[in-house]
């Protein structure tokens, strides 16, 4: 069954002038996860993976920004709700693990205060009672010494430590959905596992649908049922993960797969590298956003943004935003495939 649905999701800034075109940071972004699911959205910096899941929980500052297109949770869409209302939906029916442990905690306060605020305020737990099922969920997130770590100050953990914290508070109100923003940054490879394996656990024992934000398809390699890969503003293509790696379609997917190190390729060197950047959102290519630095890129790639199609001979559920990528897309105009 799903539980939030996102339909041609835009998110846009306005310009201080009147006359300023409005900066696109996500443009017509749509997607589902279903109960006990898991969906990886992957893309450079600046694709805006982050962007879409904070229009999702309504956390961009209003004051400039414009949001259309409908989020559906719980049968309500989150894009009407007053101010008041998502503050029930966020933590209860929506958790979210930031990025940055350090900087998402306050460095003032004990672990055990900024875990039993919310808590305490939003579902009437007495001081002790939140004091206990915090400890539960320290010991449940596998943090040693649980009751003793609700007395430490976040600068007396280490990185992994400070990130099951923040997991242990996403999940303390008993979240249908869990957003993890990029969970192991900084973290090294062994810890970095540890964070990802904790996750998944924890989704398929609490029965929670997972949104996976990275830039790194191998991060998302074993913990997700499906992929959505991004690129300046827009998913490019997505499907199940086991397809997506036999047969990744979309230039931009390719070029990612090739920057993974590969145990079974013979060593070299360098990985390739995709040349150039993200385009800036004030100023985007015309057409397709990633002619500019695609080595396959036709001069037709700069009439039209390309639709996402499905693909024929494929996995069902496999949509790629190229017209000219093999096999041949279901439903194009153009059937000449790339070599």
């Not at 939003?122 to 400890?135: E, I, L, M, V």
């Not at 979309?250 to 150039?276: C, K, N, Q």
């Amino acid at each position: 069954m799903t539980v939030l649905e996102v339909e041609h999701l835009k998110v846009a800034y306005r310009g201080q002038d009147q006359g300023d075109a409005p900066l696109e940071t996500v443009r017509d972004v749509s997607f589902a996860v279903a109960a006990g699911e898991s969906l990886g959205v992957v893309g450079e910096s600046g694709c805006g993976k982050s962007q879409t899941m904070l229009a999702v929980l309504r956390m961009l500052a209003p004051a400039g920004v414009e949001i259309s297109g409908r989020v559906t949770f719980d049968g309500k869409n989150l894009t009407t709700l007053t101010p008041r209302q998502m503050r029930t939906v966020r933590g209860s029916g929506i958790g979210l693990v930031s990025q940055d442990a350090l900087s998402a905690l306050n460095p003032a306060m004990t672990i055990g205060r900024q875990m039993a605020e919310p808590l305490i305020h939003y579902d009437g737990f007495s001081r002790r009672a939140a004091a206990s099922r915090c400890a539960e969920l320290l010991d449940l997130v596998g943090l040693p010494a649980a009751r003793e770590r609700l007395r430490s100050y976040p600068h007396e953990l280490s990185g992994g430590m400070r990130q099951r914290v923040l997991i242990a508070m996403a999940i303390s109100r008993e979240p249908q959905v869990l957003i993890a923003d990029e969970p192991t940054t900084a973290l090294d490879v062994t810890i970095q596992s540890q964070v990802l394996q904790l996750i998944d656990r924890l989704r398929k024992d609490l029965r929670m649908a997972l949104i996976l934000i990275t830039h790194d398809l191998g991060v998302v390699a074993g913990v997700t049922d499906r992929i959505a890969v991004m690129y300046a503003g827009r998913i490019v293509e997505t499907a199940l993960t086991t397809a997506l790696f036999d047969r990744p379609s979309h230039p931009y997917t390719r070029a990612l797969m090739e920057s993974i190190p590969r145990m079974d390729r013979e060593r070299v060197e360098r990985l390739p590298a995709i040349p150039g950047f993200p385009p800036d959102p004030a100023a985007p290519p015309p057409g397709c956003a990633f002619q500019p630095r695609c080595t396959a890129s036709r001069a037709t790639c700069e009439d039209s943004v390309p639709e996402l199609l499905p693909l024929a001979s494929t996995a069902p559920g496999h949509l790629v935003r190229c017209p000219y990528t093999a096999p041949v897309l279901v439903g194009a105009d153009h059937r000449e495939e790339r070599t």
